[in-house]
């Protein structure tokens, strides 16, 4: 199953207007061209002018047919041009193809309202032992401390060193405090003392909190 992950970067202001777009229209045409959903989300904390998603395709091939109908739809165009007649709704486009790793929840599935979408850029050459301590360590540590472990991805298509990966809560608070226990938890900091004796595995870490739209399914 290949996965693409889209965000939006919308012209100031105009957040409401692609939520209702996607809410009314898109996700209809989504599903009426067979492209499967694994979630809608705006920003919790960060920016505030963001939509992402995540889509499911069979493969390559199978996005390329099903997302080209989906453009060439005459009742996208119209409702598109209506949408944007007083000028465009978003301003950058930004999206990245993916797989699940083979330790990763399949299918994933999402049961909270709030989520957490973390990216690590490995050091060169340490991608294998990052899934590794993954895949034995850090996701049993995660369900210990209450934090949910929905997906992790690699890239299909572009960085090959990168992991991404969705975590969810049901709430602020439980995120706080799941990984305030999981970093002090004596478990989590011999595996990670024993698979960085050689240096560390992750070069960059981001991370989004992110709310899921109420026109998400669930």
């Known amino acids: 199953m290949l996965y693409e992950y889209r965000r939006y970067i919308t012209v100031p202001g105009k957040l409401p207007a692609i939520n209702d777009r996607f809410a009314k229209y898109t996700i209809g045409f989504f599903k009426q061209h067979g492209i499967g959903i694994l979630g809608f989300w705006n920003d919790d904390i960060g920016a505030s002018n963001q939509l992402t998603y995540i889509l499911s395709f069979e493969s390559l091939a199978d996005r390329e047919q099903k997302w080209g109908a989906f453009q060439a739809n005459p009742e996208w165009h119209r409702v598109r041009a209506e949408?944007?007649?007083?000028?465009?709704?978003?301003?950058?486009?930004i999206n990245a193809f993916m797989r699940l790793t083979p330790y990763s929840p399949q299918p994933p599935r999402i049961t909270t309202p709030l989520?957490?979408?973390?990216?690590?850029?490995?050091?060169?050459?340490?991608?294998?032992?990052?899934?590794?301590?993954?895949?034995?360590?850090?996701?049993?540590?995660?369900?210990?401390?209450?934090?949910?472990?929905?997906?992790?991805?690699?890239?299909?298509?572009?960085?090959?060193?990168?992991?991404t990966y969705l975590l969810g809560y049901p709430d602020l608070a439980t995120?706080?405090?799941?990984?305030?226990?999981?970093?002090?938890?004596?478990?989590?900091?011999?595996?990670?003392?024993?698979?960085?004796?050689?240096?560390?595995?992750?070069?960059?870490?981001?991370?989004?909190?992110?709310?899921?739209?109420?026109?998400?399914?669930?």
Do not use: C
Not at 83 to 93: D, F, L, M, R, S
Not at 186 to 191: F, H, L
């Open 83 to 93: 949408t944007e007649a007083g000028g465009p709704i978003v301003a950058q486009v």
């Open 115 to 163: 989520q957490e979408l973390r990216v690590y850029d490995a050091m060169p050459g340490k991608l294998p032992a990052l899934h590794d301590r993954f895949a034995k360590h850090t996701m049993d540590l995660f369900t210990k401390h209450g934090i949910e472990n929905i997906a992790y991805w690699v890239d299909e298509v572009g960085t090959s060193n990168r992991l």
């Open 175 to 218: 995120r706080e405090r799941g990984w305030t226990a999981f970093q002090a938890d004596p478990a989590w900091q011999q595996a990670r003392a024993e698979s960085e004796k050689d240096g560390a595995l992750v070069r960059v870490s981001r991370h989004s909190i992110l709310r899921l739209a109420s026109y998400s399914p669930r």
